[in-house]
């Protein structure tokens, strides 16, 4: 059975196929934790492919091993492909490879800094660990420190600006 | 196909189903019990901060628990799924080490555990992330990131109690003699282990000690305590055998699954 797949990039509107539009639904899901972010922006969402019949798989992967926004987003996914007029929808959960911050996108970065959350820095595997400073997403100051390393959510830290004073969520880098 | 004496690959030998079924109810109970304990802390802990920080490694270890659960009934092939093998088994059906499941005591003792434990988490995960096994090295290479933070996070603690006030380190020094006898479970080989580490899926528990106790040793001496000396050793836990504590977080964990078969929300 052919299967036509779409990887992890946005498909051209304007030449949409039957997956090109089953994409374009599951990748418009939201997080329901940080509602700014789609699926797609996080990185959460991983292929969708449609066979001959309109059947669509779609792959995602968790943030974390205990991310109980999981359940939602495949409810979502299933919705959003059923408003889409896709009926029969398998949505599979994998592990491998493991998530990491780097593959969110640098809209889904721009969209969590407008929301107040600073964005995750690169992960630094590379020869030299480089520690970048968190900016407050506030006023834009570099004079942050961690209150706490866990947050609201387990993808998040909970940090405090020294000159606004406010404190923010910081999306860890992971 | 070339010798390769002393590295062993899962698909050079045949692997029994029933063997990595009881290795992944192993590892997936290690992490639910602890997962049960390390959520007693919501707001139980001695600040707002760490109640979200105990309560966030929680749900953690609750992820990883579910996937080895998960993987463990679908092996099995009778039909158990995650919550019948959470909910519906009994005490000596269990088979995690018996440190998972002592009480949280003091934070001092919560600290103590979590340093040993996420110290071993990290070792036993970075080892079976290449597991000849698909699905243990995916959920491995996952919680591998996951237990590395917790052992951070355990790690900044053991630095401040131990280094802190007299009356910090003084329970510091009486948590890690709590401690102590339940450690050496966790790096106890059997049968089961020595079959699946040379058949390339398992990671054989002994040869995770040394690189443990190393970490756990330097923590320790830059928090100014000792490696509790102790000559009491207890185990059982891998063969259903368990502290008198077990079976009161079972109550706790079950209880409305087994008035309510079948609950969700």
Redesign the interface.
Known sequence: MTRSTVGAAPVDAAALTTVGRAWRAAAAVLDPEVPVLTIEDLGVLRDVSVDPDDRVEVTIT?T?????AMDAIRQDVGSALADEGFHDVTVRL??????STDWMSDDGKRKLLAYGIAPPTPRGDGPIALRLSIRCPQCGSGATRE??????T?CKA?WVCEDCREPFDHFKA? | MTADIGNARADDRVVSPADVVAYALRLGDDALVYAQRMGGWIAAAPQLEEDVALGNIGLDLLGQARSFLTYAGELEGAGRDEDDLAYLRDERDFVNAQIFELPNGDFAFTVARMLVTSAYQVELYTRLATSGDATIAAIAAKAVKEVDYHRDHATQWMLRLGDGTDESHRRMVRALEDVWPYVGELFESDDLTARLTEAGVAADPGSLEDATLEYVAGVLAEATLEVPNTHVHHRGGRRGVHTEHMGYLLAELQYLHRSHPGASW
């Open positions: 968790p974390y091993s205990g991310c109980p994998v592990l491998a490879p493991a998530w209150l706490s390393r866990f947050g609201s387990a909970l992971h």
